[in-house]
């Protein structure tokens, strides 16, 4: 089965800092998805940003970005110019590629992001 | 925007009550999924469908039973609630390609 591990329950950066959040995996498979996803205290969870594992280039979405390292099965996500919005549990999740039950994500445990102003 | 609608954000149920979870999605995705998150714990799928009338168990599937007669929803039915049940429960839902999930607020259900 499929693990993802978050090793940081906390951390905290000073805000217009960066921060870096990490997160390993454990898979068989050659094609797969990764995710990260932001749960702010008001608990709706939205997807910060997406990797496909047959892509070498590191995905960014504005201040995020990810460092995707496939040998090593590591997936980090590193959060530039921190902002006090930016504070929230982060989640890293997992699945297959493909179709039917692959569409299952797994999740890690979660890491705790507090933002200081 | 994708809208997941769980029905209730708060619920308290006491002991041996069966309990009815709604989720409703309003952009036709085939695949829809319940969770359960407790602190320390991550989110850990109990059941998930990925069309009409199907479902496949999660992780953590037992005293959880689902239902899915239309697309657009899927229930999480808890035959007789216990206090081992009482979590914050998340329904989602996707669409086949990368499969990025589009969450509900979630219903924290309380078991008394």
């Known amino acids: 089965a499929q693990t993802v591990t978050q090793s940081q329950p906390e951390m905290s950066v000073q805000e217009a800092e960066t921060v870096t959040l990490s997160c390993t995996y454990d898979?068989?498979?050659?094609?797969?998805?990764l995710f990260w996803y932001k749960q702010p205290p008001s608990r709706q969870m939205i997807l910060v940003i997406r990797?496909?594992?047959?892509?070498?280039q590191n995905a960014t979405e504005n201040r995020f970005s990810v460092n995707f390292q496939k040998a090593a099965k590591s997936f980090s996500l590193k959060i530039s110019d921190s902002q006090l919005g930016d504070a929230a549990m982060y989640f890293c999740?997992?699945?297959?590629?493909?179709?039917?039950?692959?569409?299952?994500?797994?999740f890690g445990k979660g890491t705790l992001l507090t933002v200081n102003p | 925007d994708v809208k997941v609608t769980q029905s209730s954000r708060y619920l308290v149920k006491r002991t041996g009550e069966k309990v009815f979870l709604e989720c409703v999605q309003d952009?036709?995705?085939?695949?829809m999924f319940w969770y359960r998150q407790d602190p320390g714990l991550g989110l850990r799928l109990i059941y998930f469908s990925y069309d009409v009338k199907m479902k496949e168990k999660g992780d953590i599937p037992e005293g959880y039973s689902v239902s899915r007669e239309k697309k657009e929803r899927f229930s999480l039915i808890l035959e007789s609630a216990s206090t081992n049940q009482t979590s914050m429960y998340l329904c989602?839902?996707?669409?086949?390609?990368?499969?990025?999930?589009?969450f509900g607020n979630g219903t924290r259900l309380t078991v008394t």
């Open positions: 990797q496909e594992a047959y892509k070498q």
């Open positions: 989602a839902s996707s669409r086949p390609g990368s499969g990025s999930l589009h």
């Open positions: 898979t068989s498979e050659s094609d797969y998805y």
């Open positions: 999740a997992y699945r297959k590629a493909g179709g039917g039950s692959n569409y299952k994500l797994t």
């Open positions: 952009m036709d995705h085939e695949n």
